[in-house]
Nanobody
Framework: QVQLVESGGGLVQPGGSLRLSCATSRSIFRSYTMGWYRQAPGKQRELVAAITTSSSTNYADSVKGRFTISKDNAKNTGYLQMNSLKPEDTAVYYC?????????WGQGTQVTVSS
């Protein structure tokens, strides 16, 4: 029913920044917790950051102080601002909405941090 489309990934040098976007066609972020996950080759998917309907946030220890999760309900878009990127941040990043009826996942966007 709900489709999430991630964008904004790409190749960036260590220390650089990227902003990922997670877009929908309807106003939905006000209703559900949104999360960003990532999965590197050979590794399991891990939670990077999440933001609740009341705008409380949590972050993986590995990204605290560098990443910021946010959402704009009017624009039907969620964001992950990534600063001071490290090679270990390289992964496919996925947007997620947590619903009791079942989670919604985007297709993912590749982030590569390399010199």
């Amino acid at each position: 029913q709900v489709q999430l489309v991630e964008s904004g990934g790409g190749l960036v040098q260590p220390g650089g920044s990227l902003r990922l976007s997670c877009a929908t066609s309807r106003s939905i972020f006000r209703s559900y917790t949104m999360g960003w996950y990532r999965q590197a080759p050979g590794k399991q998917r891990e939670l990077v950051a999440a933001i609740t309907t009341s705008s409380s946030t949590n972050y993986a220890d590995s990204v605290k102080g560098r990443f910021t999760i946010s959402k704009d309900n009017a624009k039907n878009t969620g964001y992950l601002q990534m600063n001071s990127l490290k090679p270990e941040d390289t992964a496919v990043y996925y947007c997620n909405l947590q619903r009791s009826r079942g989670d919604v996942w985007g297709q993912g966007t590749q982030v590569t941090v390399s010199s």
